[in-house]
């Protein structure tokens, strides 16, 4: 195998090198090259590197790596759901970073792979130069069946609050309406509703709310576009009356929908629940299409996940040691922090 290291400013000459491994691997659209670009394009790091492997039968791993301390990362913008790295299944993923170490720059001690997805990567055993750990718990839903069956299957609290949070909206007169949006033209004004929605609210407070005049609305809105223009995004709109209530920013590949973004009217929410209502309604017309194979959120398990699926995974993370005794000193570190904390 053979590495070789690329300003990653040239994502694009080798973009089709990239969606042929994320198509090998099964990978979903959060790393497919629309959404690789404009990350690059908007959070990108001026020292950031594609690295690339070849062997006897093709290219067989890519990513993007940036240097950290004494070794190098895969860049983690958190914009990005999943760490940037690709390889073609079946492949020794120790091996594969052992070899991308000493091809790196600078002599590093270490390099790490971030935010993986067990189900898309096996979790590697600790051992050697190799040590995992653990991220966050995030959750999925499989879209198998009817919705009749798996709405069933959701707790009886979940399914009468929302029933009468409908009957509430009734009984004031409103009507809810879900819209999809998915026209690249319109998908600025989207981005835009959805800012102004989230601003409102306590992300917005707490000043980590997308505005629309800042960095994550520019590059919300380019990736939404570029997905728009495959017939891969879904921007969900849902409406009381002509009321703005709740929003979804997806994008999909066929296969896989991975809910991005979510924001609500908290003026409205107390006894409605809109973002809620509008994932009801999402969810049986997902089921209803019959294309999307299962809905991932890929980001931290909150409790109202835990009423909507049973289905959740540990996310990790990998370091990769120049030698075996550094991971066991680091490992005996990490340790007595734990230790000296609890």
């Known amino acids: 195998m053979k590495w070789s290291l690329t300003p990653a400013s040239r994502f694009t000459e080798f973009a089709a090198d990239w969606a042929h491994l994320v198509d090998a691997a099964g990978m979903p659209p959060a790393l497919a090259p629309p959404f690789v670009e404009t990350l690059l394009d908007t959070f990108g790091h001026p020292r950031a590197l594609l690295a690339r492997c070849e062997d006897g039968a093709g290219v067989a791993a890519m990513g993007i790596v940036v240097p950290a301390g004494r070794g190098w990362t895969t860049l983690q913008p958190a914009q990005a759901p ?103 033209a319109a998908m600025a004004a989207a981005v835009a509703d959805y800012a102004r929605l989230e ?81 009801e309604e999402a969810t049986r017309a997902l089921f209803d299409e019959g294309r999307i194979e299962r809905i991932e959120f890929y980001g931290r398990v909150m409790e109202w996940h835990t009423r909507w699926t049973q289905e959740v995974r540990r996310l990790y993370h990998v370091n990769y040691y120049r030698w075996p005794l550094l991971a066991r000193l680091h490992a005996a570190l990490r340790a007595r922090t734990r230790t000296a904390g609890s």
């Open 82 to 184: 999943l760490g940037l790295w690709l390889q073609r299944p079946g492949l020794d993923t120790a091996a594969l970073l052992r070899g991308l170490l000493r091809a790196l720059p600078g002599w590093p001690l270490v390099l790490a792979l971030t935010e993986l997805d067990p189900d898309l990567l096996p979790r590697p055993r600790d051992g050697g130069s190799v040590r995992s750990l653990d991220y966050i718990d995030t959750a999925r839903v499989t879209v198998s069946g009817s919705f009749d069956d798996y709405w069933q299957a959701r707790g009886k609290n979940l399914r009468g609050n929302l029933k009468k949070g409908r009957a509430r909206l009734a009984r004031d007169g409103i009507a809810p309406r879900l819209e999809i949006v998915r026209d690249p």
């Open 199 to 279: 601003s409102g609210g306590w992300k917005g407070g707490g000043g980590t709310a997308v505005t629309t005049d800042g960095m994550q609305a520019r590059f919300y809105t380019a990736m939404m576009e570029a997905f728009a223009r495959e017939g891969r995004a879904r921007a969900y709109r849902y409406w009381y009356g002509e009321r703005l209530a709740a929003m979804d920013l997806c994008i999909e590949d066929g296969r896989c929908l991975i809910v991005l973004k979510t924001a609500y009217d908290e003026a409205v929410a107390e006894g409605s629940s809109p973002a809620l209502l509008m994932r």
